[in-house]
């Protein structure tokens, strides 16, 4: 995974959201839409830049995506647990780990009639590499080749061992495409098509709606609804007011702090369900290693024991995040709270311990520059918050002087090194802790004394080198037994925390909203929305 280039997507995703309030626009746009009691109209701020899953890198991309589409593998709902899709079992691996054969479904259909088999898989995957996409290195940079060596088999090879390799096949834009409507081609996309194997093909693409209807020649499970409407709204305020209204059935990305908070409490009033889930996004703190006085470990520790975790949730978040101790979240078996245990939340007298060890008092103050995105402004609440803790509980001794600047300039400047301390949030492209590891702590090039040179470590703006961290990432890729592999993820977390080249600071939720009436709506651990098992009445 390359940092820099999800950091662009997500700048992208960023900018896509207007501000712009149309609701009487949006409002007759549904009622065309809607009004279907075998239909479900779900609403949401989401834009949509592109369906082609060889270009498609946004989250709600990846959500359509997950509902068209199928792929070899997926996870079985509710659970974390990795499951064949299109294959019919786990794929046979090699002995030397870089060999994967898996058998196929039959009987399987596109939705425009085509036949699927092991070269319609193979074209698929093939084209999600070639064209060039913004997704595209996830595959790219893991495989060799790609082939159909039955007509119901499926063979790749990969450049090296990894042992997250299947569920990296889950990844939503890893999905099989009819052969008859796409092509092969640097750059050949189509962005207002989708024609798949998936329990809903798509029927209607517009600037802010999009109409979805049940496949009926779907060889899984039927869908509970005869089709999804989708409504975007230029603003989580008319996304608010529409759900409460009933305009819309259910209503998903993304409404404000005080926006979630009304509904939840008048849910058990007026019937509404909350469906709330840990998200799989993370946020964090990146300390440049190479920014004086942050080259200096005690320094980092400083920072990391000052910052107070559940105030964060509840002064500045209404308790929608939960506070997070490591960059592997615990909604992963291998996550351990290492930060908690070393240095606990706002704990005053570690913070004076570690400043005075390193030199600073009241009248030589430790002063370090935070940063954070201009347009966020849950990011501004975070840094003002921590600098008010530090100023009412340090007496001077440490002083964080907060700057910002806008998402796209930050994340051109990360691997610049222009930024001390920068607020940062991360989202995988695949459920394993292999995704909020190697993406921080692997440094292709460099040294301790240089620092990283190249790799992922630069592209965060942390600058951080350890042989033994990435003779330590390497080893957990090709890891098979899960025991050990666990192991080695817990020794990569206790570095972290001793060596603070970042700071976990909270993992968010999300929130599905749904009428009473309408049965069926879930979170998945992965944060799709599975539309299938909606249903009215």
Same mark, same amino acid.
């Given at each position: ?21 149309? *609701? ?9 839409? /809607?009004?279907?009691?075998? =239909? ?7 834009? %949509? ?10 989250? !709600? ?21 990795? $499951? ?6 786990? *794929?046979? %691996? ?40 913004? *997704? ?9 080749? %790609? ?35 796409? @092509? ?14 998936? *329990? ?71 019937? !509404? ?39 964060? =949730? ?7 995040? @939960? ?73 001077? +001794?440490?002083?964080?002087?907060? $700057? ?21 949030? +991360? ?88 009428? $009473?009436?309408?049965?069926? /709506? ?16």
């Amino acid at each position: 995974m390359q940092f820099i280039r999800w950091l662009s997507l997500v700048c992208l995703c960023c900018l896509m959201v207007g501000c712009v309030s149309r *609701p009487a626009t949006e409002r007759s746009d549904f009622v065309e839409l /809607g009004g279907s009691p075998d =239909r479900i109209t779900l609403g949401t701020t989401s834009r %949509i830049r592109t369906l082609d899953p060889a270009d498609a890198y946004e989250l !709600w991309s990846g959500n359509l995506l997950y509902n068209l589409g199928d792929r070899l593998y997926t996870y079985d709902l509710g659970t974390s647990e990795l $499951k064949p899709q299109l294959a019919t079992a786990l *794929p046979t %691996i090699s002995t030397d780990g870089l060999t994967y054969t898996m058998p196929l479904r039959q009987g399987v259909v596109f939705h425009d009639g085509t036949r699927f088999d092991a070269q319609a898989m193979a074209f698929s995957l093939k084209r999600f590499i070639q064209n060039g996409g913004s *997704p595209s290195f996830l595959l790219g940079d893991a495989v060799k080749s %790609i082939a159909a060596t039955g007509p119901y088999e499926l063979t790749i090879t990969l450049k090296q061992p990894f042992t997250a390799f299947s569920k990296l096949l889950a990844f939503s834009g890893a999905c099989a495409i009819s052969p008859q409507a796409y @092509e092969i081609g640097s750059g050949k996309f189509k962005p207002d098509t989708f024609v798949g194997t998936g *329990p809903y093909k798509l029927a209607r693409y517009g600037t802010d709606t999009l109409r979805l209807e049940a496949f009926d020649r779907y060889w899984g499970q039927k869908p509970s609804n005869k089709g999804i409407d989708i409504q975007r709204f230029s603003s989580s305020a008319n996304l608010f007011n529409a759900f409460r209204t009933g305009i819309v059935d259910v209503a998903y990305q993304t409404l404000d702090l005080d926006q979630t908070r009304s509904l939840q409490q008048g849910a058990a009033r007026f019937g !509404w369900q909350v469906v709330e889930g840990k998200g799989d996004g993370i946020y964090y703190l990146t300390l440049n290693l190479k920014s004086p006085p942050l080259d200096r470990v005690v320094v980092r520790q400083v920072i990391a024991a000052l910052v107070d975790r559940p105030l964060l =949730r509840d002064r500045v978040f209404r308790g929608q995040v @939960e506070p997070l101790y490591s960059l592997i979240p615990p909604t992963l078996a291998v996550a351990k709270p290492v930060f908690q245990e070393q240095y606990g939340d706002g704990n005053i007298a570690k913070v004076q311990a570690l400043l005075s060890q390193a030199g600073y008092s009241k009248t030589k103050p430790l002063t370090v520059e935070l940063w954070y995105r201009s347009n966020l402004t849950s990011n501004e609440l975070v840094a003002t918050t921590l600098k008010a803790l530090a100023k009412l509980k340090l007496d001077g +001794w440490l002083q964080l002087d907060l $700057k910002s600047v806008e998402s796209a300039t930050a994340y051109q400047n990360l691997d610049k090194g222009a930024y001390p301390m920068f607020i940062l949030d +991360w989202t995988p492209d695949f459920l394993d802790p292999d995704s909020y590891v190697q993406p921080f702590m692997d440094c292709t090039k460099g040294s301790v004394a240089a620092g990283c040179e190249a790799g992922s470590a630069k592209l965060q703006g942390s600058f951080y080198y350890s042989d033994r961290v990435n003779a330590l990432i390497l080893q957990e890729r090709r890891e098979t037994n899960p025991t050990q592999r666990q192991q080695i993820f817990t020794e990569l977390q206790d570095i972290l925390a001793a060596e603070v080249p970042f700071i976990p600071l909270w993992q968010n939720k999300e929130y599905l909203f749904v009428q $009473k009436g309408v049965q069926g /709506g879930r979170l998945e651990v992965t944060q799709k929305v599975p539309f299938w098992t909606l249903q009215k009445g």
